[in-house]
C-alpha cells in the first residue's frame, strides 16, 4: 500500500528543493504532475474509505437482521404445514 507520509515527505523535499532554486513554477508542475499520477492510480482518500467501511458494516447487520426475519417466518411457516 501506499504510505501517505512518503508522499508528504517528497511534496516537502520538492518544497525544499524549489525554494532554494530560481525557478518557481517547478512546483506548481510538479505538484500537477503528481496529482495527474495519483489519478491516474484510482486512489481514494481516508476518509472515502471510511466512509464506505462503515456503509458496508451498516448493509451488513441489516443484511444478518433480514436473513434472521427471514428465517423465522420459515419457521413459522413451516410449522404451520
Known amino acids: 500500500m501506499l504510505d501517505p507520509k512518503m508522499f ?3 511534496s516537502a523535499r520538492l518544497g525544499a528543493i524549489i525554494a532554494a532554486s530560481p525557478a518557481a513554477d517547478i512546483e506548481k508542475n510538479a ?3 503528481l496529482s495527474g499520477f495519483f489519478a491516474k492510480l484510482d486512489l481514494v482518500t481516508r476518509e472515502e ?3 464506505q467501511a ?6 451488513r447487520e441489516k443484511l444478518k437482521a433480514l436473513e434472521e426475519r427471514v428465517a ?3 419457521s413459522r411457516n413451516g410449522s404451520n404445514d
Open 72 to 74: 423465522r417466518l420459515e
Open 8 to 10: 508528504e515527505e517528497l
Open 31 to 33: 505538484r500537477a504532475l
Open 54 to 59: 462503515q456503509v458496508l458494516l451498516r448493509t
Open 49 to 51: 474509505f471510511d466512509i
